[in-house]
């Protein structure tokens, strides 16, 4: 029997863990733990063996596909791409470029053809670009802009050596980090403590992240902010900052002074949820550690004051002196240096607005907030066509079932994708790349945000099929039918010719030459792709270094903590706190499952057995108010949309807090996840409001909605189902 092991990566989410892949007689047999990967030294989640999964799923898509009255039909690569070029230059020719909009989705960050992503969106030359950036780490982008002087800097929490972890609004026990890429989480987080150090959890609900700390504080939903001014106004004015430190790297601390002088933990209290003791406590000892940080992600980030909460984040870790030192927050060094050059691109805030004026473009792309308005809207500058490469917006934004109605009502549309979804099922065309154990690559993103500099190859396990295509060469394609072309049928087959060459494998070992290990700089010893290829596990490149001021792109080279129009946006938020109303009572905000991952594995069998995860999730004193019982079916409604889900009662939420996963709802006729069907869930973006965004970057706030909950009175399904979906 023909049996080999391969090593390389799963790619599913940011921790990309190292796995070792046993394939026999073209199947995979089995995916465990690579003990010699050097950042995930072995562990791996339960999703790991969904990369078999969904390798030999039958419902994912191996041809290009057209949408005709009958339903999808496979078509050859050449027939698409042709009528696909028809149709987007007649759009673009009839109504300008900025007519065909484009969507990426999370996945593309997976592997190395998003630069083949960018280069569409070049091409495009559209205002309507779109990504899952702003329902995700928007605030983190503009803050770090703001203050570093690059959207790309985002700090790492250096959770390997740090004495105080300090973690709000994420649960890296259950998404193994992101945006601080940390493989075996749990582990790293147990070995805070098992070295004398703490964990704190700072969430509404007591997480599986909350259950290893040492101290859990369960804040009111968006009360953060507030939480986050009182500890700064104790640290402030108790003299508990690093002087030194601060005076060498940063300015705007007499701004800080003025803004924090009256918002002590007593006035913070009431709106962050959390009682003055325990917010002065927070404040005394991130400044006594011998090093802290405080760790933030989505919980913070999908609400409408996530950018000054990622400023605060950022602040109160450099005021400790935390910023750039080991044990902190820090910049990795990767192998292709992304974060080095990122400061000589110019960052644009509100160059142009979508069609309502309400949505400022951030580094050249709109909110995902303005979608669906600014497709249905009628007007010349509506948006006629749409491409999306590996997103799923129907399940995944807010008002989705607005969006749905949008993409219904598109001239024209091709999807990137390799399956027929909730988003795809609308579309013209949708071409499928070949699945990713039949790729070999080095992922450039993660690298910048790992907790270890490090460099890790991807081997492909399967070759592709002789007619497969991967994204890159798809999105190339579609590069060369957008590109304005004389003689195209000779001109359009030239550039083909030139892109195959340019590889995302090739150009990655350009980069990796000329990168600040490479051979170009360090000679013989340097690395090149081929050395990281063949050494197993990976290359480790050893702790993250500091980096400032190097990495700085702010015109004096200091870290800016002051930004004037955060100061102002204080103010306002802090005339502006969240109540709830006698109509809606209940705050909701999202919850991950270690078997589930956004909208796109419920469809493959061992990550969804067992009982349905998409429950509205309560505290026993606000079901009991409502006459609920646990397994009970209940109503959750916003102004804008309802859903049917189970009830889960749990002592884990703070009361008056509710939580529903995202990712579900697959129910649509025409939808190709035939496992998925079985136990469909309800689609909880149906119920968050766009017009709820972080006003400095954009950013949806899907983690924190006011909704009611009451008992469906007769039992429909068992499982969660939509309901009236009120149109705006
Ligand atoms: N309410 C609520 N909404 C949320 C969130 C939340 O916490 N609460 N979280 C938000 C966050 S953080 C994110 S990142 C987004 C995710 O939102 P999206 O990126 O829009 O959607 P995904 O669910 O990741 O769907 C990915 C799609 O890509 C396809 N795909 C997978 N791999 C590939 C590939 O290699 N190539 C191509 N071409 N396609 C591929 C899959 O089939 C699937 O259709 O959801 C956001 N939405
Ligand atoms: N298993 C699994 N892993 C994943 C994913 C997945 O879908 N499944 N998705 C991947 C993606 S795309 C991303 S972006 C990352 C996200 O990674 P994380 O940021 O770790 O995401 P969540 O697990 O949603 O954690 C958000 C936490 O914020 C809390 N929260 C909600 N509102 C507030 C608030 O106002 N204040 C505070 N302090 N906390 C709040 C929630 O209770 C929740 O525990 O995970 C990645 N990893
Ligand atoms: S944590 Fe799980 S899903 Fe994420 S890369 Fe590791 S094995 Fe894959
Ligand atoms: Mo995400």
Not at 97 to 117: D, E, K, T
Not at 122 to 144: G, K, V
Not at 268 to 284: E, F, H, S, W
Not at 301 to 318: P, R, S
Request: charged share 20%.
């Amino acid at each position: 029997m023909d049996s080999k092991t391969i090593a390389r990566q799963c790619t599913l989410c940011e921790a990309h863990c190292g796995i070792l892949v046993t394939v026999r007689d073209h199947r995979v047999t089995r995916i465990e733990g690579n003990p010699d990967d050097v950042l995930s030294r072995g562990y791996i989640c339960p999703k790991a063996t969904a990369m078999g999964g969904l390798h030999h799923d039958p419902d994912r898509l191996r041809t290009p596909m057209r949408r005709t009255a009958s339903g999808f039909v496979p078509v050859t690569w050449d027939e698409a791409f042709r009528e696909i070029g028809i149709r987007l230059r007649a759009v673009r020719a009839t109504h300008g470029p900025s007519a065909i909009a484009m969507y990426m989705g999370n996945p593309a960050a997976h592997s190395s053809s998003v630069l083949y992503g960018g280069l569409l969106r070049a091409a495009l030359f559209t205002r309507n670009f779109f990504t899952a950036s702003s329902i995700d780490q928007f605030p983190q982008e503009f803050t770090a802009w703001r203050m570093f002087g690059s959207n790309v800097l985002m700090p790492v929490a250096d959770i390997d050596r740090t004495h105080r972890l300090v973690v709000l609004g994420a649960n890296p026990a259950v998404s193994n980090g992101s945006i601080t890429t940390m493989p075996g989480a749990k582990q790293r987080i147990k070995d805070v403590r098992k070295r004398g150090g703490t964990v704190v959890v700072i969430d509404p609900r007591r997480t599986e992240t909350a259950r290893l700390a040492d101290e859990h504080v369960a804040v009111r939903p968006g009360g953060d902010v507030y939480l986050l001014l009182g500890m700064l106004h104790v640290l402030l004015t108790e003299g508990l900052c690093d002087e030194r430190r601060v005076r060498g790297q940063c300015v705007g601390m007499d701004e800080l002074n003025a803004l924090v002088a009256d918002t002590t933990p007593e006035r913070m209290a009431g709106p962050a949820g959390v009682d003055a003791d325990t917010i002065r406590k927070l404040a005394r000892d991130h400044a006594a550690a011998p090093s802290a940080v405080l760790y933030a992600r989505i919980g913070v980030c999908q609400q409408v004051t996530g950018t000054l909460t990622h400023w605060l984040v950022n602040t109160i870790n450099a005021v400790t002196g935390n910023l750039d030192r080991p044990g902190g927050q820090m910049f990795a060094t990767p192998v292709v240096d992304g974060a080095r050059y990122a400061k000589y691109l110019r960052v644009g805030h509100g160059a142009w607005t979508d069609r309502t004026g309400a949505y400022r473009s951030f580094r050249s792309e709109l909110p995902v907030a303005a979608l669906a308005h600014d497709i249905l809207e009628p007007g010349h500058d509506r948006i006629r066509a749409m491409i999306t490469y590996a997103g799923n917006p129907v399940l995944s934004t807010p008002q989705a079932g607005k969006l749905d109605e949008a993409l219904a009502a598109l001239d024209f549309f091709v999807a990137v994708d390799m399956y027929i979804t909730e988003t795809t099922r609308h579309a013209d065309f949708i071409l499928p790349p070949v699945s990713a154990l039949e790729r070999e690559e080095l992922n450039l993103l993660f690298p910048i945000f790992s907790v270890r500099n490090n460099a890790r190859y991807d081997a492909k396990v399967f070759d592709p099929p002789a007619d497969g295509k991967d994204d890159w060469q798809i999105l190339a394609r579609l590069v060369t039918e957008v590109t304005p072309l004389p003689a195209r049928r000779f001109t359009g087959r030239v550039l083909d010719a030139v892109f195959e060459q340019l590889s995302p494998l090739r150009l990655t070992a350009a980069a990796v030459a000329a990168g600040p290990y490479g051979v170009l700089r360090r000679g013989r010893k340097g690395l090149t792709l081929g050395k990281i290829r063949d050494t197993p596990g990976g290359v480790d490149l050893g702790p993250l270094r500091p980096r400032l001021p190097e990495l700085i792109g702010t015109p004096d080279r200091a870290v800016h903590l002051a930004p004037a129009d955060f100061l102002a946006a204080v103010r306002t938020a802090l005339d502006e706190t969240d109540s709830p109303t006698t109509d809606y009572d209940l705050q909701l905000i999202g919850r991950r499952h270690l078997r589930s991952n956004n909208s796109w594995l419920h469809n493959i069998e061992s990550m969804v057995k067992g009982r349905d995860r998409c429950t509205v999730l309560m505290h026993p004193d606000d079901a009991a108010a409502r006459g609920l019982a646990d397994g009970d079916q209940a109503t959750v409604e916003s102004p804008i949309g309802a859903i049917e889900v189970p009830v889960e009662i749990s002592t884990d939420i703070r009361a008056g807090v509710v939580a529903v996963p995202h990712g579900y709802g697959h129910r649509e006729p025409g939808v190709g996840w035939q496992v998925a069907a079985a136990l469909p869930g309800a689609n909880v973006n149906l119920l968050h409001d766009p017009a709820r965004t972080d006003p400095l970057s954009g950013t949806s706030a899907v983690n924190n909605t006011w909704v009611r909950v009451s008992r469906v009175e007769k039992t429909g399904s068992a499982t969660g189902s939509e309901v009236a979906v009120a149109p705006r």
